[in-house]
Structure formats: structure tokens, C-alpha cells
């Protein structure tokens, strides 16, 4: 059976490494995606519709578990397997849940046993949603382990010739530019030289949300979310007059809201 698979993994060379042992293990998969992160994840999810998604759980941004949320709007017929270095926690969930996870670094035989189980499950049509959506539940609530780092409370950007500290709750949202991120608050825009990637990482999840490639926002300064005649999504935000655009690929994580 030829499928089409996708691999979203941050560390490039555990990305490498697990498309080599599949080509290795299984030769008639087709990986049609390595991403980097969420987001590209979520806009290669759109277009490729793969019958297969291999995730990493805790990716910076737009984590797996915000990917496998999306799955049901951009492409419910993908299976899904996440990627872990997770505690017993969320191992237990994952086994309790009935949907595939491989730990790192993985094993061979553990990796076949999936391919097996991702087959039967492929020849029964679509994915259980009720249960993805159960562990999914699970693994949001995970509590923080200890070696998690809190998130930013401040940063330094700089105005010309003169260097700022900005707190977090002043941002409205950061945009990516050219070598730098743009740091918008309700009253000017400053640089910062840390990328859009880099940030994501130690931002705080709960307030600072990634809506588009280029742009991550400040949730407590949205006015609203909308789509336009085009059908695309726009974020107005309070304190400012422009508004934000959130790719399609996004809008699937403003479902609910």
C-alpha cells in the first residue's frame, strides 16, 4: 500500500533520522513533508492532506497537540503518531487512548509494530475522533515538569539607538521582519533581534498564540476574530487600528472560540 506521510519534528536531526528509518523500515511510504514546526506543519497539512502525520508533541509555537486538534478541519483522514519524550504521564494517556506514539530516540521494533497497527487502522477508514480528542484532553493537562522553564516576563528591543525593556503584557504581537521581529505595543514598534521561532519557544502559551507565519499575537489584545468576504480570517485588535490575518491553515485554532 503506497501512502503519503508527514514528519513534523524541531530537531533537525531527529527530523533526519526518523525519515531515514522509515524509508529504511518501510520503503513504500512516501514522506511528502519534513517540517520544522507547527506552523509549517499545519499549512503543509492544508495542501498535502498525508495519510499519515508523524508529530512531535512539544514543538515551540504551535505545538502537536494543537496540530492533531486541527487535523479534524484540515484533514480528518490523516492518522496520526506522536512523537514523545514524555513522562509515564503521557505515556499512560497514549496507551489508554489507543492512538500511536514513538519515544525517542526510536527503536526499530517499535517502529514496525506501529507501521502494523497504522495499516489496520488505515483499512478501518477514518480516525476515532472521540478518542484523539480525549487524549488530546489529557495531554493539555498535563501538569509542568521541572525542568520546565517559566515563560518570558520581559525582553529588550531596541528604538533607534536606544534599547527598551518592554514587558510581555505590553505586547500586542510580534511580527517576523526580514532579520528581525517587529514588536508592536499600543504605542510604537521597536526590533528585536531573537527570530519568530526563538520566541515562540519562550512564550507563555496561554496568552501568545501563532496565527500566521510571520505573526504571533497577544490573545489579551484581541478584540475579535472574523473572516472576510474571501473567507479569510482577521483579527482586530483593541488598542490598535490594524487588523492581523490568520492563514487558513491557523483559523482551525480559533475553533470553539
Known amino acids: 500500500m503506497h501512502l503519503d506521510?508527514?514528519?513534523?519534528?524541531?530537531?533537525?536531526?531527529?527530523?533526519?533520522?526518523?525519515?531515514?528509518?522509515?524509508?529504511?523500515?518501510?520503503?513504500?511510504?512516501?514522506?511528502?513533508?519534513?517540517?520544522?514546526?507547527?506552523?509549517?506543519?499545519?499549512?503543509?497539512?492544508?495542501?498535502?492532506?498525508?495519510?499519515?502525520?508523524?508529530l512531535d508533541i512539544r514543538m515551540p509555537g504551535v505545538t502537536g497537540i494543537d496540530v492533531a486538534r486541527a487535523l479534524e478541519t484540515l484533514s480528518p483522514q490523516t492518522q496520526v503518531v506522536f512523537i514523545t519524550a514524555y513522562d509515564q504521564y503521557a505515556i499512560d494517556a497514549f496507551e489508554r487512548g489507543a492512538v500511536d506514539y514513538l519515544l525517542k530516540p526510536v527503536a526499530d521494533e517499535r517502529l514496525l509494530a506501529t507501521r502494523q497497527r497504522l495499516l489496520a487502522r488505515l483499512q478501518a477508514g477514518a480516525p476515532d475522533r472521540r478518542l484523539l480528542d480525549q487524549l488530546l484532553e489529557q495531554l493539555a493537562r498535563r501538569p509542568a515538569g521541572k525542568s520546565d522553564a517559566p515563560p518570558l516576563a520581559w525582553i529588550t528591543a531596541s528604538n533607534g539607538r536606544e534599547t527598551r525593556l518592554v514587558m510581555l503584557e505590553e505586547v500586542l504581537y510580534f511580527r517576523a521582519d526580514s532579520k528581525y521581529t517587529a514588536v508592536v505595543t499600543a504605542g510604537?514598534?521597536?526590533?528585536?533581534?531573537?527570530?519568530?521561532?526563538?520566541?515562540?519557544?519562550?512564550?507563555?502559551?496561554?496568552?501568545?498564540?501563532?496565527?500566521?507565519?510571520?505573526?504571533?499575537?497577544?490573545?489579551?489584545?484581541?478584540?475579535?476574530?472574523?473572516?472576510?468576504?474571501?473567507?479569510?480570517?482577521?483579527?482586530?485588535?483593541?488598542?490598535?487600528?490594524?487588523?492581523?490575518?490568520?492563514?487558513?491553515?491557523?483559523?482551525?485554532?480559533f475553533r470553539g472560540m
Open 5 to 54: 506521510a508527514l514528519i513534523a519534528e524541531d530537531e533537525p536531526l531527529l527530523r533526519q533520522a526518523l525519515a531515514a528509518q522509515l524509508q529504511r523500515l518501510w520503503p513504500e511510504l512516501r514522506i511528502v513533508a519534513e517540517c520544522e514546526d507547527g506552523a509549517a506543519a499545519l499549512e503543509a497539512l492544508e495542501t498535502l492532506k498525508p495519510d499519515l502525520a508523524f
Open 188 to 253: 510604537e514598534e521597536l526590533l528585536l533581534r531573537s527570530s519568530l521561532r526563538e520566541l515562540a519557544e519562550a512564550l507563555d502559551p496561554q496568552c501568545f498564540r501563532q496565527v500566521h507565519r510571520s505573526t504571533i499575537v497577544n490573545m489579551k489584545a484581541v478584540a475579535a476574530v472574523s473572516r472576510d468576504d474571501s473567507g479569510r480570517g482577521v483579527l482586530r485588535l483593541k488598542d490598535r487600528s490594524e487588523t492581523l490575518v490568520v492563514s487558513q491553515p491557523f483559523m482551525s485554532l
